[in-house]
């Protein structure tokens, strides 16, 4: 091992030092790729500030590079790049909500990486909550009426309400129906895959259980004993798993600033556990609903 690990509990989370993101061997990467899928978030403290061909060639090391599909933060010169801006004129700031980045993407981006140049001097924190945790967390009968069960994703909502596209016909959203239970294509772990900011509904179930069980689901999701929590400290990067992690960034800082880069990698579609009785599982099933 090249790198320094320091897991943050022994759910979800760990810092990683002497790894240099601008200047990675193969080899490196292969352990932060690695440290990735274990703890589903990580977090770089001691780094540069990355250039945008420096961010998006990192970010792209673990797959082509995800074009948000509705952002008017993506920067003209580099499509796969969004600039995370938040003012004091800012009236609806994006993340503020729990979330799976883009899950409403018939692909949605597998590994987001965010480098936040500029952070407010107290406050700003983003809560990081692991969705293998919540869905090892279920009951057997639970996870028994879950299998096979899809959701109904969208942008529109959240798109329209973040940036503010009030005209009709002024832009488009994406939709896309996923498995409420889905396989990580490298742990093979299942995870729960539903969020407060792009899930519509659940499909496949008669209107009032559908509607019963979103909203245990969503609670159940932002337990925070699947959670950690990243205090920023400047030019420091956080990389999360999007099939297995959810996150919300608090806007608790207001009037100040908070400024960085987003690029996030493209994933796969997402596919529904498989029930392979070989998956890992977590051990921590005392974390109980
Ligand atoms: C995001 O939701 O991608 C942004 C997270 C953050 O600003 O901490």
Redesign the pocket.
Known sequence: MTIDIRPLNPIIGAEIWDADLANLTDQQFGEIHQASVAHGVIFFRDQPRLSPEQQIAFAGRFGPVHVHPASRGVAAEYPGL?K?R?TRETDV???NRW?S?VSCDEAPPSI?T?Q?HEIPPSG???LFSSMNAAYDALSERMKTLLDGLTAHHSGEDAYRRLFRFDKPGEASWPEADHPLVREHPDSHRPALYVNREFTERINDLPRLEARALFGFLLDHAEQVAFQCR?V?SENAI?VWDNRCVQ???VWDYWPHE?R?H?VTAQGEIPIPWSGDPGAQRSENLRLSA
């Open positions: 969004m995370i938040t700031a994006a993340g979330h980045d987001t965010l936040l700003g924190d983003t990243f920023w956080a996150h919300h960034a908070r960085g987003r």
